[in-house]
């Protein structure tokens, strides 16, 4: 690779990661303690605030990270924070009940416990009770929500859906998001990246183009802390005008974008050596 290309590449990744950081900070000093200090009176709004925790999680621990050598955990980040935003459009928007959600919880629950019965221990008693008193409601979940995986498995996500599926469902109700063209260009490698041992990119991709692709892993991070803030702040009625502006100077404006196009390039060509291995 031309030096310059790579100066440019560590360059824009810097830039993304000082966006994250940017982004991270106002989520935790500000829309956090905000949204924890709303008043919640159902699941919907404690989900809510779950979700938008779990994401802030995530900003803690990006902005810590910003080395191209933490690429994993970039890509890692990136794909929990789009099922995140995906979530908040179907709950929030009214797409899917989360009634559904907490009957999938509670399935999860229940087959950790149906693997923990056996067995004269405490534990193994209280896993036996467990199961015992939710049966029925596992039953009648599959026949409410997944009538579909009755008898065939379980659900993985709690939709039954793939997450480029619910992806589009939550482009339905908020067009603007393009979650679907996001988990349609990027989900598959981020799951490269972040599942099992990461050699799938590894050979697919030299090392020194790996600032490219951490580099769109951080975009994605920022869109989505972007997106989650904006959802979460909307169910709780604290956004306004203010909160939008403050959102866009976080995140720099059109510096960012300019930066996607040359890092884009590199990721596309980390498929095509991939798709010639095959």
Not at 17 to 35: D, G, N, V, Y
Not at 94 to 109: D, H, Q, S, T, Y
Not at 176 to 185: T, V
Request: net charge neutral.
């Amino acid at each position: 690779m031309d030096p310059e290309v790579r100066r440019q590449l560590v360059e824009q990744h810097a830039l993304f990661h000082r966006t994250c950081a940017s982004l991270a900070k106002l989520m935790l000093e500000e829309a956090q303690p905000r949204i924890e200090a709303a008043p919640m009176s159902g699941h919907l709004d404690r989900s809510v605030y779950g979700l938008h925790t779990r994401a802030a999680a995530w900003a803690h621990s990006v902005q810590r990270l910003p080395l191209v050598f933490d690429i994993q955990a970039h890509a890692a980040a990136c794909r929990s924070l789009l099922e995140i935003v995906i979530d908040l459009v179907l709950l929030t928007q009214g797409a899917e009940p989360v009634e559904m959600l907490l009957e999938w919880e509670r399935l999860c629950k229940f087959r950790e416990a149906e693997a923990a019965a056996a067995g004269q221990t405490a534990a193994a008693l209280a896993a036996r009770q467990f199961v015992a008193a939710n049966e029925q409601n596992v039953a009648a979940a599959f026949t409410t929500y997944w009538p579909k995986k009755n008898g065939k498995g379980d659900p993985q996500r709690w939709t039954a859906r793939p997450i480029r599926e619910d992806a589009k469902r939550a482009d339905l109700k908020l067009p603007r998001l393009r979650l679907h063209a996001f988990a349609a260009s990027e989900y598959r490698r981020l799951c490269w990246s972040t599942h099992g041992s990461g050699l799938v990119l590894e050979r697919a991709m030299p090392e020194h183009e790996w600032p490219g692709l951490s580099g769109l892993a951080l975009h994605g991070v920022a869109s989505m802390l972007e997106h989650t803030m904006q959802l979460a702040l909307q169910h709780f009625g604290l956004f306004d005008e203010t909160w939008a502006q403050r959102i866009s100077v976080a995140r720099s404006g059109g510096r960012v974008e300019a930066a996607v196009e040359a890092l884009e390039a590199i990721a596309r060509r980390a498929e095509t050596s991939l798709e010639g291995q095959e």
